[in-house]
């Protein structure tokens, strides 16, 4: 765990107190409280206890970064200075406790390799690594709606998300009006069965005798059977088409809905993740401006109260670093968690895109199936339909969909502190 217990930074540069030769321009000179001068190089951070020359050359006895320090040594606190628990048996020889020397570790967020976009942690375009296709040698929903787009009424942004959303919403309105067509269809051969049927019972000319009354009476048996066809189409037709396709319609409503609310929950729990993350950060450095100041009041007055209201604000300020650290944890896990439901919702929407395209083609197939059943005499006017429903694919539709709707196929990553 991440230990935020600052130690003393003491001493001021030696310049004035050193009639020696001046230091390199780089080099500061500090006391430590047993009255030992020591040496920092503000460019590289290197620590000596011997005094560097004007001449060029790296000091004889430096201290190793923080990510080679021994383990009397430890990096502690927001400005990332170096604590020595031990130092006359410290093997690089660095200054005593309470001598501290700077080193570059900050708990803030890396303003370079991240950015934030509505509480989501993406890479920067600057040194983003090239991040690889989930699903390559597709146009999948999964690989392309990770960023906002702005809405069309200018009033903000919308989620890549709520892009896809919207376009199962439109084939969820499609299904409605489809299921309409069918119902009206299906009203209109039933009054014409009706009429048909009705026609074929009339008494007129009925007194006509031959050969010429045989082939009449025929000819009003045939509207009767006519009028059987096309009830047993509607009939089909409702059985069939309609009532198959309101079973698909309203499940397809109800997984919809409980996608979108999944989703949101999430997008949710990312928001208040963050905001503890920007609490906890704040407090850390809250906790961390107190130390320096109960430690710049014992460099004027040591006195056991301060002694020990420095030891409360380092338990503070370690708290405070650990806080931050669960809080970071917390939220890199709530985002892995949106992450990957996004790709599996993503992954759901095409299948169920697929299906719902797939049921439509069926349908409307068995619809000019049953037409041709019906009327033998209109296979004119269905030859066309039959040709462009065998060319329906709906991976070609969502290569489509994707080029025009895209949002971007940058993938969130980890906070980092």
Not at 362 to 371: F, I, S
């Amino acid at each position: 765990m991440l230990s935020c217990v600052l130690g003393l930074y003491v001493g001021a540069p030696g310049s004035q107190s050193d009639c020696r030769d001046p230091l390199p321009p780089q080099w500061r000179c500090y006391m430590s409280p047993q009255g030992r001068r020591y040496y920092v190089n503000t460019t590289n951070n290197e620590t000596t206890w011997e005094r560097p020359s004007s001449t060029p050359g790296t000091p004889k006895m430096s201290l190793r970064h923080k990510n080679s320090l021994p383990c009397c040594c430890t990096v502690q606190g927001h400005q990332s200075k170096v604590v020595c628990h031990d130092s006359n048996n410290c093997p690089i020889n660095c200054p005593p406790r309470g001598a501290l020397s700077l080193y570059h570790f900050s708990l803030s967020f890396s303003p370079s390799p991240l950015s934030q976009i509505n509480c989501v942690t993406f890479p920067s375009l600057a040194c983003m690594p090239e991040q690889q296709l989930l699903k390559p040698n597709e146009w999948s929903y999964c690989d392309y709606f990770w960023s906002d787009k702005r809405d069309t009424q200018g009033n903000g942004c919308i989620t890549g998300f709520e892009v896809l959303l919207q376009k199962q919403l439109k084939g969820k309105q499609m299904q409605k009006e489809m299921a309409e067509f069918i119902r009206e269809r299906i009203k209109i051969e039933e009054e014409y069965a009706k009429n048909l049927s009705k026609l074929s019972q009339i008494p007129l000319a009925s007194q006509e005798e031959g050969t010429l009354g045989e082939a009449w009476a025929q000819l009003k048996k045939s509207l009767a059977d006519e009028a059987e066809v096309h009830l047993k189409f509607s009939s089909k037709l409702q059985s069939e088409v309609e009532k198959p396709f309101l079973t698909f319609r309203e499940n397809f409503k109800k997984d919809m809905k409980r996608f979108d609310h999944h989703i949101s929950d999430l997008r949710k729990q990312l928001v208040g993740r963050y905001a503890s993350v920007e609490k906890a950060r704040k407090a850390l450095a809250d906790r961390q401006k107190e130390l320096e100041l109960k430690t710049q009041q014992l460099e004027i007055k040591l006195s056991n109260k301060i002694e020990e209201d420095i030891k409360k604000a380092r338990r503070k300020s370690t708290q405070a670093g650990d806080d931050l650290m669960r809080c970071v944890d917390l939220y890199n896990q709530s985002q892995s968690k949106w992450f990957e439901e996004m790709v599996t919702t993503s992954l759901e929407l095409e299948r169920l895109e697929v299906e719902r395209v797939e049921m439509i083609r069926q349908h409307l197939c068995q619809y000019t199936t049953l037409r041709h059943e019906t009327d033998m005499f209109n296979q004119s006017t269905m030859e066309p339909v039959d040709k462009l429903l065998q060319c329906v694919d709906p991976c070609k539709d969502r290569e489509l969909w994707v080029r025009e709707n895209k949002t971007g196929e940058i993938r969130p990553v980890d906070v980092e502190i």
